[in-house]
């Protein structure tokens, strides 16, 4: 009987340094405009081996493309933390193979005095499907007023 082969399964970071767009966040109404937003995200995946075709990668452009067509398009929301979530919602609902997300969203105008200011959050793929299961179970009660912008 010979030894079964089991490849390991090697974790990959995708690093993504200062991804920048516009988007309308906020709850003043001079926030109600489009402002610049800067997102530092470091994306989780498990591949076994070294990867030799970009099917077998998270594509970073594609996934960069996803997150800044959504904050461009979205209607607005209140809270930056709100924002947050809904981007790792998206990243976990649209890249399947992510199993981790660490996020910062950054507002650089929101505070004349800081360079900038913003939310971290990290979310693993098991956190989104709590997130998920829990949302399908409470359909029908009254959303949260960050949830409704």
Not at 37 to 59: M, N, S
Request: aromatic share 8%; charged share 20%; proline share 6%.
């Amino acid at each position: 009987m010979q030894p079964q082969s089991h490849a390991a399964s090697r974790t990959w970071e995708i690093v993504i340094d200062g991804l920048a767009t516009q988007t309308v966040v906020g709850i003043y109404d001079y926030e109600r405009a489009p402002q610049p937003v800067v997102i530092d995200a470091v994306l989780r995946y498990c591949h076994p081996g070294q990867p030799e075709d970009i099917a077998e990668c998270l594509d970073y452009h594609r996934y960069c493309q996803v997150l800044c067509a959504y904050l461009e398009s979205q209607p607005g929301t209140d809270l930056v933390e709100q924002l947050a979530i809904n981007l790792l919602q998206l990243s976990f609902r649209r890249f399947p193979t992510l199993e981790q997300v660490d996020l910062t969203l950054f507002k650089p105008n929101a505070v004349e005095v800081a360079r900038r200011v913003g939310v971290k959050v990290s979310w693993s793929r098991q956190d989104y499907q709590h997130w998920h299961d829990t949302r399908r179970a409470d359909q029908g009660q009254p959303r949260a007023v960050a949830e409704q912008a």
